[in-house]
């Protein structure tokens, strides 16, 4: 097998005449002793003067055997071992997958809704201010990234083989090319779908899902099982609740980087818990017309790909860095609980919305938070990050977010107007630069026109909105666990993984972590 690197312009397909005789050149043989080729990675290139797909291929020779990969197997779990799975995000799902394919029986408990009902109690979020606690943007199933463009950006195969991930969303229903697109992404327009035909597998071959199920209490029993006390929620009787229990041997806990109330548990049973760092700022909105014009220097056409950005700088020792940018995309309230102001973006498959928009965030490290939050121990990080939520809400007293243009912000004056944005439930003009803490509000002022002067022409505008809070980034604790077994070091059976336990950041990666988790059991 030989690997080659073909660029042609945006719009001209990539043939069997085109790549043949390259192959043939890369290898040392005549084109027809090449067998067969195929593209695994396809980027866009801008730089010169075509703007240009830059493909990478691997070739084989007629006396080669192509590798493909093969999705393994899963097999029919009825009445197999159960493991329990809390938590039906990306993490959740995949350890399921892969349990199926050991031949363990996975049960899926959910605090939020399926991912169709979700939808209703999203819209009325965004439409009515009206919160559900356990079905929103961030709880329910498919987790956030479901309704956050679905990108699944992480390449490193330090964590495991992305394959597995990446060919089973494909079977599931996911666009082929996100196989060899250098920045995939599936879309919140086609990911309940796939949700959905992931849980429909994991039924058919034998698992269960129970939605409506939080856990509220975990004990390890004198016979080493785990027993999870569980509240469901049952909507057919007025909301009303009931108690219920499950016991297994194995527990995989994926609850996802919000569910604070699993950190409190932890933290009053005495169980191990760290503070980590995590990232606070804003959303930052442009008209995406904007950003294809700077990313593609003027030359867009209709039929390229809308234009994304991403950019790292460092400000007095700490990083500043965009976060989860939605080209075409939109802007959606993320609170979990009432009296909180929290921002997240997200885009459909097309991209074809009028704003692009991303966070734009600093690093806050548990040494950069103010000394009154020392009395939380471990849970300071938790609790500063809710405090800045709990400030942006009591600032406008409903979902509105507080906004303020990027120039008016970086100069520290009133915006005298604010520009139409893509959330739903609207602004209100703010001293966005007063709202925000000090350490995050000073850095992203150096940061802004640095990124317009150095790294992206024309960024820096005071046509572009800033709204607050960007704050569910990652977790602000980390569950620790053995390096080996992967199990949490204070409750053997129990095993954190994803965003939730600190050992992920996105789709892909809390996918494998799941994945690898479910590798141990």
């Known amino acids: 097998m030989k690997q080659l690197e073909i660029a042609c312009k945006i ?12 192959a043939a050149k890369a290898m040392g043989v005549k084109p027809d002793k090449v067998a067969s080729w195929r593209v695994v990675r396809r980027s866009v290139d801008a730089r010169g003067s075509d703007i240009l797909y830059r493909y990478k291929v ?9 590798e493909e990969y093969r999705i393994p197997e899963y097999q029919d779990v009825h009445e197999a071992e159960p493991v329990l799975v809390v938590g039906s995000g990306p993490a959740g799902m995949f350890a399921a997958l892969k349990l199926l394919t050991r031949g363990y029986k996975p049960v899926i408990l959910e605090r939020g809704k399926e991912v169709h009902a979700r939808k209703f109690d999203m819209a009325a979020l965004s439409r009515d201010g009206i919160l559900h606690p356990d079905s929103n943007f961030c709880f329910g199933e498919g987790g956030a990234g479901t309704f956050s463009d679905g990108k699944l950006f992480t390449r490193s195969s330090k964590r495991g083989d992305i394959r597995e991930v990446l060919y089973q969303m494909v079977q599931f229903g996911a666009d082929p090319d996100i196989l060899v697109n250098a920045h995939p992404h599936i879309g ?25 199920t939080k856990v509220v209490d975990v004990e390890r029993l004198s016979d080493g099982n785990l027993k999870l006390s569980c509240q469901v929620s049952d909507e057919s009787s007025s909301g009303l609740s009931r108690e219920e229990s499950y016991t297994a041997r194995k527990v995989i806990l994926a609850t996802g980087h919000s569910a604070r109330e699993i950190y409190g548990l932890f933290d009053r049973k005495g169980w191990a818990l760290e503070a980590k760092g995590l990232a606070i700022g804003v959303r930052a909105e442009h008209p995406q017309w904007l950003i294809n014009k700077i990313q593609y ?8 790909p809308v234009a994304e950005y991403s950019f790292v700088t460092q400000v007095e020792g700490r990083g500043v860095f965009s976060f989860c940018m939605c080209p075409g995309g939109m802007l959606v309230p993320s609170a979990t609980a009432a009296g909180e102001l929290v921002l997240n973006g997200m ?11 991303a966070g734009v965030v600093v690093q806050v490290e548990p040494e950069d938070v103010p000394e009154e939050y020392a009395r939380y121990g471990v849970l300071s990080m938790m609790h500063y990050q809710a ?20 120039m008016d912000f970086c100069r520290r004056i009133p915006s005298a107007n604010l520009p139409a944005t893509s959330y739903h439930p609207g602004t ?51 569950i620790p666990r053995d390096p080996q077994t992967l199990e949490s070091i204070s409750v053997p059976g129990l095993y954190p993984c994803g965003e939730g336990a600190g050992y992920a950041g996105g789709i892909v990666s809390s ?9 141990m059991i």
């Open 347 to 357: 885009s459909n498959s097309s991209r074809s919305g009028k704003w692009a928009n």
């Open 511 to 519: 996918a494998l972590d799941g994945i690898a988790c479910a590798a």
């Open 58 to 66: 691997e070739a084989w020779r007629t006396d080669e055997t192509p």
């Open 297 to 304: 220097h003027g030359r867009w056409q209709p039929f390229m």
């Open 428 to 478: 209100v003009n703010a001293p966005l630069h007063e709202l925000l803490p000090e350490g995050v509000s000073w850095r992203l002022k150096l940061a802004f026109p640095y990124v317009g002067n150095k790294l992206m022409h024309g960024y820096y505008t005071n046509d572009a909105l800033l709204l607050g809070v960007e704050s569910r980034t990652s977790s602000p604790v980390r």
């Open 188 to 212: 919140s327009d086609r990911l309940p779908a796939l949700v959905e035909r992931i849980r429909q597998c994991i039924i058919e071959h034998g698992g269960e899902y129970h939605f409506g």
């Open 387 to 406: 405090d800045i939520e709990k400030k942006m809400y009591d600032f406008s007293s409903s979902l509105k977010a507080p906004a303020q243009r990027m």
């Open 11 to 22: 719009g001209k397909e990539l043939t069997d005449e085109m790549v043949r005789p390259l």
